[in-house]
């Protein structure tokens, strides 16, 4: 069999954080990883999100295969309404995913009938003739997140998604580690692997350190908790039910975002309530002790250190921060988000409330740190090291691949 021709392109997720987008060239078939959105910077006044760059698409819009999505995060979904206005080609995902999929596709009217939606999973491979393309289970803090393989007569070329190793994982979230040691052996040409978490010298905290961290928040503070995180981090909202429920606190949603996100995640049973009562009205605040409340704020479109600026200047529908209320900042922000989280924080001081942020205390990150790194490394053998999804291009000076022997000693250096 001929070796295949092979082009890898980012058109999105390097050098910043999100707008993942990458494109694999294969012979006459074009897969597109993942379509993401990212939050603007502070210096992009006026902007409310920013897509990827699609002129290269554009260009050869007959040769695209389909979109293979690896989970529900507005940075691997969140650009596909205005994607599929421009390019009817199928959409690959798993159930969560595609349905989360499905939710922002159906905002926008230019794409509300799009149905071309294909639900896989783990055990799915897909042949189309001169590449087959195959899934993988990872750990992220959301559930069905998947790796995507599209395997060449000249290796398996592997894009990691967001993924991290946690060995507390409950069975939603775990990674098949038997099947990415099978992918490895197989042979591996390219792997774009997850590195925004790279330059990050500390281990990821595990979801149980974080989950007793959020039990323990809810159970001391004596009066509301603000509960600030994004809204398709299902794991982080399960434990903030499951803490609530423990410590006799209701919860309030903040949002018709948020609240179609949970109505999809316990439909498919990907979020559990821990009692039947435990979700409340806005209009039902009024009945209840500070102590037995407790808000999830996630902003639109997931995004909520916003929207926690307007609860703090008494703009968020009835909704503001008083004395004695902790805000709980559950989400670990960008770099570029650095100042507005800073200023968000004065505001809610002077406005009466108390800050409290998991990242002041633990590492909490669904990205991989460096050890996670190495062992995916490990496990898959790659020829070539593609990092994407990096804020400051790690590891590399380019967006070019490293040879084995080169990351070799960049990693252990």
Not at 70 to 79: E, V
Not at 256 to 267: H, N, P, S, Y
Request: with cysteine; hydrophobic share 40%.
């Amino acid at each position: 069999m001929e070796e295949a021709t092979v082009k890898t392109m980012p058109l999105g997720g390097v050098r910043e954080n999100g707008k993942n987008m990458y494109v694999v060239d294969i012979n006459d078939g074009i897969y597109v990883l993942d379509c993401g959105l990212k939050y603007p910077e502070n210096e992009l006044l006026g902007i409310d999100i920013v897509i990827p760059d699609y002129n290269y698409l554009r260009e050869n819009k007959d040769r695209i295969v389909g979109v293979f999505l690896t989970h529900g995060h507005a940075d691997a979904i969140g650009a596909l309404p205005y994607f599929l206005s421009e390019f009817n080609v199928p959409v690959f995902g798993s159930e969560m995913t595609i349905e989360l999929a499905k939710l922002n596709v159906k905002d926008d009217p230019n794409v509300k009938d799009f149905d071309d939606f294909h639900v896989v999973d783990e055990r799915t491979e897909i042949d189309f003739g001169d590449v087959t393309v195959s899934f993988f289970k990872t750990t992220h803090s959301i559930p069905e997140s998947m790796g995507i393989v599209l395997g060449t007569a000249s290796g398996n070329i592997v894009y990691t998604g967001d993924f991290k190793f946690d060995q507390t994982a409950s069975k939603d979230y775990q990674t098949d580690y038997a099947r990415l040691a099978e992918i490895g052996k197989q042979g591996v040409l390219a792997l774009l692997s997850d590195s925004a978490n790279a330059e990050n010298p500390n281990e990821t905290a595990s979801e149980r350190d974080i989950a007793e961290m959020v039990d323990e928040t809810l159970n001391y503070h004596n009066g509301r908790v603000i509960v600030a995180s994004v809204g398709s981090n299902i794991m982080r909202l399960q434990q903030v039910f499951n803490a609530a429920a423990r410590n006799d606190r209701k919860v309030l949603l903040t949002g018709r975002d948020i609240e179609k996100i949970v109505d999809t995640a316990l439909r498919l049973n990907k979020l559990i309530l821990p009692v039947d009562d435990l979700l409340i009205k806005q209009d039902d605040l009024e009945k209840l002790a500070p102590e037995q409340i407790a808000i999830i704020q996630t902003g639109r479109m997931g995004e909520p250190i916003k929207a926690l600026q307007r609860m703090a200047n008494g703009q968020e529908k009835g909704l503001s921060i008083n004395q004695g209320d902790l805000v709980f900042i559950t989400t670990t922000p960008s770099h570029a988000m650095e100042t507005t989280v800073a200023k968000t924080r004065d505001m809610i001081y002077r406005a009466g409330g108390e800050v409290k942020a998991i990242s002041d205390e633990l590492n909490s990150s669904g990205h991989a740190s460096k050890n996670d790194l190495q062992l995916m490394i490990n496990l898959l053998h790659p020829t070539y090291l593609i990092p994407v999804q990096a804020s400051t291009g790690c590891f590399l000076p380019t967006a070019m691949p490293l040879k084995k022997s080169e990351w070799q000693k960049t990693i252990s250096s």
